[in-house]
């Protein structure tokens, strides 16, 4: 029997299906069924939106469709979370092809509700559309509740620089995915790039023992933010704060910039975790690259004036003065804003999107 599709369904049919099981916290005045969602706040609004598109962001053959729907949310509350601010409320985006399994958007929606509860954040509404692949866009909100944002722009000479959450995870996991290691069995999915469908494929594909560093592509297919700690670092006074989703290196940039500082980084500082260390022997390369260029954890960093870094954060490095024009044209590729170990860093940072 082949399995019932969205069109077979119909748009609101889905749409009550889909919110029917979604559960308002207390802030939630009206959540989905108007034309607009009715939330109470204390003190400012942070908003913030971010796009998960198939194949640029997640593959049906990688992930299922619960992870998808936990990522969504992951990626998204983690910026409010970077900001210092309580997250409170997302609204949803959805584009499919008619074509879609509906048990596909159930287990989606199943996967949003699940990370929305441990986030502690409700779905009051959202969009569903009909597109040629499925494109996810989350807008989530926040309140300051009595704690200023903290900005990317804050950074002090002097700090102390910290992070929570994991590093090099997700980016192992996706290293491991791309070398055809931890795919879900080939459902719906198996037409997508880099599958050909064969038997003698799947056989492949399917035989690997991923036991030691299954954390890692669990991690790719959905991050686990550290959530709660953005409002840690923010009552501890952090100087500036960013959530590490391109890469430690690139994202720590942002900071490095917008305050118009350099950051030092000591490598040693960095503890490599085992299943990111099992994943790198896999498949013979740098774990260290992992942490320091890799995005998709969502871990916080942070700077903090010395002495004032908060329990369970990594110190790793510190703040310094920017280095004069000279240094910044000598890494014209690289992150002349960062060191590692004293050596300005070269090349890529971290993920950008529209290079090949
Ligand atoms: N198309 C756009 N229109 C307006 N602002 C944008 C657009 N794309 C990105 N930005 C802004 O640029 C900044 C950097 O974006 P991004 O790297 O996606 O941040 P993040 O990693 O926090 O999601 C953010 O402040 C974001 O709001
Ligand atoms: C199919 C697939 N290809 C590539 C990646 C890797 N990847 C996609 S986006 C990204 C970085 C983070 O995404 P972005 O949209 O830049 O998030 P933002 O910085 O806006 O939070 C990475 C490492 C992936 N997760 N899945
Ligand atoms: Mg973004």
Redesign the pocket.
């Known amino acids: 029997m082949t399995e019932q599709t969205i069109a077979q369904v119909g748009e609101f049919p889905l749409i009550d299906s889909l919110v029917a099981p979604l559960s308002m916290g207390p802030q939630v005045q009206l959540g989905p069924g108007d034309d607009g969602a009715v939330v109470t706040i204390d003190g400012s609004m942070v908003v913030s939106v971010?796009?998960l598109i198939e194949?640029?962001?997640?593959?049906r053959d990688?992930s299922s469709a619960h992870d998808v729907g936990r990522k969504a949310i992951a990626?998204n509350v983690a910026?409010i979370e970077a900001m210092g601010a309580q997250p409170l409320t997302v609204v949803l985006g959805f584009s499919t092809p008619a074509s879609l399994p509906v048990r596909w958007a159930r287990e989606f929606m199943a996967g949003m509700a699940q990370e929305a509860q441990l986030a502690g954040v409700s779905i009051v509404g959202g969009d569903t559309t009909n597109g040629e692949i499925i494109s996810i866009s989350v807008t989530v909100m926040g309140q300051t509740a009595g704690l200023a944002p903290v900005r990317r722009d804050g950074a002090q000479v002097g700090d102390e620089v910290a992070y929570v959450g994991r590093l090099g995870y997700a980016a192992a996991g996706?290293d491991l995915l791309m070398h055809g290691i931890g795919w879900l069995q080939p459902g719906e999915g198996a037409h997508q790039r880099g599958f050909d469908g064969s038997t003698a494929d799947a056989a492949r594909r399917f035989q690997h023992d991923v036991s030691r560093y299954r954390e890692t592509i669990e991690s790719?297919r959905h991050p686990q933010p550290p959530y709660g700690q953005g409002r840690v670092a923010a009552r501890a006074g952090a100087h500036a704060m960013i959530d590490v989703?391109?890469g430690l290196i690139a994202d720590l940039g942002h900071i490095a910039q917008n305050s118009g500082v350099r950051v030092n980084l000591r490598s040693e500082a960095f503890i490599i975790a085992e299943p990111v260390r099992a994943a790198a022997e896999r498949i013979d390369t740098d774990p260290m690259t992992w942490m320091l260029t890799g995005?998709?954890d969502h871990a916080l960093v942070a700077t903090f004036a010395p002495g004032t870094v908060p329990e369970g954060w990594t110190v790793i490095g510190s703040v310094d003065a920017a280095a004069g024009p000279d240094a910044a044209g000598s890494a014209p590729m690289g992150h002349p804003c960062i060191m590692v170990d004293g050596q300005q860093w070269q090349g890529a940072g971290g993920?950008t999107?529209f290079s090949s």
């Open positions: 971010d796009l194949n640029s962001h997640f593959r990688w990626v910026d996706l790719q989703s391109d995005g998709e993920w999107h």
